[in-house]
């Protein structure tokens, strides 16, 4: 089986990549890296709070979000740029540059993989099997980049552009807040037989029950038999 057109591509494509990354040196690479997911998440979780400003001056939803989006990323960007090339010019004049290089090289060459992969599995997804060309179909890198395109996709997280596009449609300060529970009034107590609440009624403050009634009269007899033997005892 002959090198196809697809062989010499994935070739040329880790060359080149590899040699600009050695003379930029794994440790910018690597910082470059980190400066693009620096600047995602920080645009991810802060441009929820940019939008408002935005929104005073543009008033169109779907541009202002993406005025928010772009620019934040960007300004993000550049700041930690500045101090990624500061970071990695002092480690390639130091006395690891060289093996900064190789490592640079390496990683190039990585990196030219991944792009050839993603590029192979877009190509797949468009073109139908029966329909590839010859120099797809008998490419010798071929089985190379559909297993690592299985192994990335297996590796990604089920429908990500979705939750991507969910995360930028809902802000967090436009989303809605948990109602809080309803209160009821307290049912009113259920009144007991032969129990009258005097102090909620003013009314029944001065009423008394036949009992209480009964309890007094009772009261007056004994006393009134008491004073009478008192006075019988004197004389």
Same mark, same amino acid.
């Given at each position: ?54 929104? =005073? ?21 550049? /700041? ?65 980049? =559909? ?16 939750? /991507? ?26 009144? =007991? ?43």
């Amino acid at each position: 089986m002959t090198p196809t057109v697809l062989d010499f591509g994935l070739l040329a494509v880790m060359l080149i990549s590899g040699v600009l990354a050695m003379v930029r040196g794994f440790m910018r690479e690597i910082l470059s890296i980190a400066s693009w997911v620096i600047a995602a998440i920080v645009t991810l979780y802060g441009y929820s709070r940019v939008l408002p400003y935005v929104k =005073q001056y543009v008033h169109q939803d779907l541009l202002a979000t993406g005025i928010a989006v772009g620019g934040l990323f960007l300004l993000t960007l550049l /700041i930690v740029s500045l101090f990624t090339v500061k970071i990695s010019d002092l480690v390639l004049d130091s006395r690891i540059g060289a093996l900064d290089r190789t490592l640079g090289f390496l990683f190039g060459l990585a990196r030219g993989l991944v792009v050839m992969v993603v590029a192979f599995l877009f190509f797949t997804w468009l073109v139908p099997a029966k329909t590839e060309p010859d120099w797809v179909k008998n490419a010798r890198s071929r089985p190379i980049l =559909q297993s690592t395109g299985d192994w990335i996709k297996s590796v990604l997280p089920d429908d990500p552009e979705n939750a /991507i596009l969910q995360r930028l449609r809902k802000p967090r300060g436009d989303e809605q807040q948990t109602p809080a529970p309803e209160t009821t009034p307290n049912p009113a107590p259920t009144p =007991q037989p032969g129990r009258t609440d005097r102090g909620n009624n003013p009314s029944l403050a001065n009423t008394n029950t036949p009992d209480e009634k009964t309890y007094k009269r009772n009261d007056r007899a004994g006393f009134n038999q008491l004073i009478e033997s008192t006075r019988a005892a004197q004389q």
